[in-house]
Every structure is written in structure tokens, then in C-alpha cells.
């Protein structure tokens, strides 16, 4: 049997690992491959200049515009997955070079789930995206934002927390929230995340950016939105999230972490159109949906035993 470093042995993405130094030793890279991957590991994500054409990003703005209120603070304030009603939008999540990037991060190959389109700036609190998406491995997931329109201190540019993603994945259970199907929790989270941030002594900063260019950011890169300083102006933008193959799929927010009954996500790889099997390190996962909540069935879950959670968690009694 091949003897496996115990770096390798990490379930990880390798840009994640705690032996990031020693794989790094051992791959084959340019120069400017090197650099970016370093850049990743340290600060949790990725400046991209020029990544998206302007042709695309104008058809882009003129199929989604009308879609939007004329005034800041109206709804819709975004919408979610435009991709389903307009090519363009598919477009960007699907752009070849950042697809390239994303596999030399992740050594994975790339599915994009979610496109969020938006027109203003979202004055976002701190939050991470792990409390929305996550995997089993951990942290093969990645935000990438393209700037539709130059981002500036007076249209709600983003920010963020430079390598917070090194913390831990903060849950709702690690907090004193149970799971809940709505946002009424939601704002104890970031009150927890602000307070953390300050805690720890992390330094907000924001980042402005040019019409097409990306920013790939580390699932757990705790981030936001600038307030809006300039009075009703837009920002325009297209935020894609990526899982990557593999992988169990699931939203922590929805999940009963203490009970390890996860919130199963049903994946439709953007770029494809093809629903995404879940899987453990390539093997296939059956699934079951009970509706609130999604358990997983694999070679060690045994029916009977995931009979009794179902029946525990929908009817809210023990059956035997």
C-alpha cells in the first residue's frame, strides 16, 4: 500500500490545509499560479482584474434591469437565480478563466448552485457564508462577485475580515440558535459575528473594484456590504456560489447540528443544467427528503435507524 503523508491525508482543500506549506512545495507552478495561491491561503480570497468582458456584462444589464426598483431600500432588493430566466447571467457563473482558478484552488472541479444578482449596494452585515452553505468535507465551497459596475466608498463597496477564514465555522448550535426555517434568528448570528470580529481583534477593510473584475473569496471569509453614502446609486453586481465535486451538500441554518441531521441542499450545477448527486469522496449518497429536514442515508446509516430519526424529528415521538 502507498505510503500517505499525513498532509495528505487532511480532507481538505489543499489551499485550506494546515500543511498548505508542505503541498505547496510539491506542486509545479508559474510563478503568478504561485503567488495567488499563497495569496488565498493567507488572506481567505482572491482579487481577479479583468476577468469578465464588458459585451457580456452590458448584454447582462440590459436583459436584468427591468427586473429592479428605481430607488434604493424598494423591493426586490436582488433577486436569486436569474440564471434560470436569463443566459447571460448563466454566462458569468460559467466564465472558462474563473473556472480555471477555482480548479487550481480547490483541485476539485467547480458547480455553481446560486447566481445573486443585484443593483444596489446590500449594506450587509458581517456574516460568513458557511451559516448558509456548507459540505461534508469541509470547505469546498467558495463566493465569487463580479463587479457589473466600478464599486467606490459611496456605493456600498464590499468588505471584509482578512483571514478570518481561519476561525472555525460558527453554526447556529455554536451560538444558542436552534434551527429554524425563516430569518427570525438570523440577526443573533451576526451580532455574534461583529462581536467576534472586534474580539479578536480582526481589521475591517473594503475593496473597490472595476466592471469586470472578480473577487473569490474562502467560504468562511467573514465579509458584507459598505453602507450607501451616494444616495440612490447603483452597484451593480452578480454573486455565483460554487460547491465543488464529491460532496455532501447541506445548509447549516437549517440544520440540527447537535442531532447531525442535516439540511440536504438539491444542487443543480449551474454550467450543465444536471442535478448533482450527493456523495462521499465519490461514492454515491442516496438521499430522503422529510421535508423540513433531509437525512442521509450512506453504507453506515442503516434504514431502521433513520426510520427512528425521521419518525422522532416529524412526528416528535419515538416509534419503538
Known amino acids: 500500500?502507498?505510503?500517505?503523508?499525513?498532509?495528505?491525508?487532511?480532507?481538505?482543500?489543499?489551499?485550506?490545509?494546515?500543511?498548505?506549506?508542505?503541498?505547496?512545495?510539491?506542486?509545479?507552478?508559474?510563478?503568478?499560479?504561485?503567488?495567488?495561491?499563497?495569496?488565498?491561503?493567507?488572506?481567505?480570497?482572491?482579487?481577479?482584474r479583468q476577468q469578465v468582458s464588458h459585451e457580456l456584462i452590458d448584454r447582462t444589464l440590459q436583459q436584468i434591469q427591468n427586473e429592479y426598483p428605481a430607488k434604493v431600500g424598494e423591493q426586490p432588493s436582488r433577486h436569486q437565480d436569474l440564471w434560470k430566466k436569463y443566459s447571460t447571467v448563466r454566462e458569468i457563473a460559467s466564465v472558462p478563466q474563473i473556472f480555471d482558478v477555482l480548479r487550481l484552488l480547490y483541485e476539485r472541479e467547480p458547480i455553481p448552485f446560486q447566481t445573486l444578482n443585484f443593483k444596489f449596494g446590500t449594506q450587509q452585515r458581517a456574516h460568513s457564508d458557511t451559516i448558509h452553505f456548507s459540505s461534508t468535507p469541509a470547505r469546498f465551497m467558495c463566493g465569487v462577485w463580479v463587479a457589473l459596475e466600478a464599486t467606490n466608498a459611496n456605493n456600498g463597496p464590499l468588505f471584509y475580515y482578512p483571514r478570518s477564514q481561519r476561525q472555525e465555522?460558527?453554526?447556529?448550535?455554536?451560538?444558542?440558535?436552534?434551527?429554524?426555517?425563516?430569518?427570525?434568528?438570523?440577526?443573533?448570528?451576526?451580532?455574534?459575528m461583529e462581536e467576534f470580529m472586534e474580539?479578536?481583534?480582526?481589521?475591517?477593510?473594503?475593496?473597490?473594484?472595476?466592471?469586470?473584475?472578480?473577487?473569490?473569496?474562502?467560504?468562511?471569509?467573514?465579509?458584507?456590504?459598505?453602507?450607501?453614502k451616494g444616495g440612490n446609486v447603483t452597484r451593480w453586481?452578480?454573486?455565483?456560489?460554487?460547491?465543488?465535486?464529491?460532496?455532501?451538500?447541506?445548509?447549516?441554518?437549517?440544520?440540527?447540528?447537535?442531532?447531525?441531521?442535516?439540511?440536504?441542499?438539491?444542487?443543480?450545477?449551474?454550467?450543465?443544467?444536471?442535478?448533482?448527486?450527493?456523495?462521499?469522496?465519490?461514492?454515491?449518497?442516496?438521499?430522503?427528503?422529510?421535508?423540513?429536514?433531509?437525512?442521509?442515508?450512506?453504507?453506515?446509516?442503516?434504514?431502521?435507524?433513520?426510520?427512528?430519526?425521521?419518525?422522532?424529528?416529524v412526528i416528535g415521538k419515538k416509534p419503538f
Open 237 to 313: 453586481s452578480q454573486v455565483t456560489h460554487y460547491y465543488f465535486e464529491g460532496c455532501m451538500y447541506y445548509s447549516p441554518r437549517f440544520s440540527d447540528m447537535f442531532a447531525n441531521n442535516l439540511n440536504l441542499r438539491h444542487v443543480i450545477n449551474i454550467a450543465t443544467g444536471k442535478v448533482v448527486q450527493h456523495s462521499e469522496n465519490g461514492k454515491p449518497i442516496e438521499t430522503i427528503n422529510t421535508g423540513s429536514f433531509r437525512y442521509a442515508v450512506s453504507h453506515n446509516f442503516t434504514l431502521p435507524v433513520l426510520l427512528k430519526e425521521v419518525f422522532k424529528k
Open 1 to 48: 500500500m502507498k505510503n500517505v503523508s499525513l498532509a495528505e491525508k487532511m480532507n481538505l482543500p489543499w489551499v485550506e490545509s494546515p500543511f498548505f506549506n508542505d503541498l505547496l512545495q510539491k506542486k509545479e507552478l508559474t510563478p503568478e499560479q504561485h503567488e495567488m495561491v499563497t495569496h488565498y491561503n493567507r488572506e481567505g480570497f482572491l482579487l481577479l
Open 199 to 228: 474580539a479578536k481583534g480582526y481589521q475591517r477593510q473594503e475593496i473597490h473594484m472595476e466592471k469586470g473584475d472578480v473577487l473569490i473569496w474562502s467560504s468562511n471569509l467573514v465579509h458584507g456590504g459598505m453602507p450607501i
Open 169 to 192: 465555522e460558527f453554526n447556529y448550535f455554536d451560538i444558542g440558535i436552534e434551527a429554524e426555517e425563516n430569518y427570525a434568528e438570523y440577526p443573533h448570528y451576526e451580532d455574534f
